[in-house]
T-cell receptor, first 120, second 113 residues
Framework: NAGVMQNPRHLVRRRGQEARLRCSPM?????VYWYRQLPEEGLKFMVY????????ESGMPKERFSAEFPKEGPSILRIQQVVRGDSAAYFC??????????????????FGDGTRLSIL | TQLLEQSPQFLSIQEGENLTVYCNSS?????LQWYRQEPGEGPVLLVT???GGEVKKLKRLTFQFGDARKDSSLHITAAQPGDTGLYLC?????????????WGAGTKLIIKP
């Protein structure tokens, strides 16, 4: 997991507040992926970003959730007006380019250690 | 909806024993990845299998991709306490992208010393 930095590691918010989760990709990586993991479940893809572009946000709820990856600085996953159901671990992964280019090129994504979001 | 079923969901065995965990689907995948996740950490990629019937070895871990590319298994020989963790499989249904993986719910493995 070395290299992909997520902060905060734990975040507690009350219902209705905003949550901001940050992800700094590995050095040299320009592609970022956000996932959500509920207890006892696998990861669910949320959004894929390159610098200043959202490539695929098909896994992200259309309301209250947004993501960005600015030219400078970390990628941010923002959840507005949080509800109890938003409680989960949110993981960020990065890769130097879009993974899987070419049928046998399954370049791995490197994961951060996640942000555990708890909604009171 | 594509699903990956992992079994068993939970396994607790003694150090030195062998074990196999399974990852099954009715869908065909372009490739399949196995990850290990420890508490409080993100998943770490162990292996990617691409070709039907492919077998890959990583020390005491043997990974196999089914001939039809719908299932996979992970066999651990002489398990050690350091193997304890959550083992996740993730299937890639597409040939030209690798981010919309279909994830299994994981097998939680505990190796008792």
């Amino acid at each position: 997991n070395a290299g992909v930095m997520q902060n905060p590691r734990h975040l507690v918010r009350r219902r209705g507040q905003e949550a901001r989760l940050r992800c700094s990709p590995m050095k040299g990586h320009s592609h970022v992926y956000w996932y959500r993991q509920l207890p006892e479940e696998g990861l669910k893809f949320m959004v894929y970003l390159q610098k200043e572009n959202i490539i695929d946000e098909s896994g992200m709820p259309k309301e209250r959730f947004s993501a960005e990856f600015p030219k400078e600085g970390p990628s941010i996953l923002r959840i507005q007006q949080v509800v109890r159901g938003d409680s989960a671990a949110y993981f960020c992964a990065s890769s130097p380019r879009r993974t899987g280019q070419g049928w046998n090129s399954n370049q791995p994504q490197h994961f951060g250690d996640g942000t555990r979001l708890s909604i009171l | 909806t594509q699903l990956l079923e992992q079994s068993p969901q939970f396994l607790s065995i003694q150090e030195g024993e062998n074990l196999t965990v399974y990852c099954n689907s009715s869908s065909v995948f372009s490739s399949l990845q196995w990850y290990r996740q420890e508490p409080g950490e993100g998943p770490v990629l162990l292996v990617t299998v691409v070709t039907g019937g492919e077998v890959k070895k990583l020390k005491r871990l043997t990974f196999q991709f089914g001939d039809a590319r719908k299932d996979s298994s992970l066999h651990i020989t002489a398990a050690q306490p350091g193997d304890t963790g959550l083992y996740l499989c993730a299937g890639n249904p597409f040939r030209d992208s690798n981010y919309q993986l279909i994830w299994g719910a994981g097998t939680k493995l505990i190796i008792k010393p």
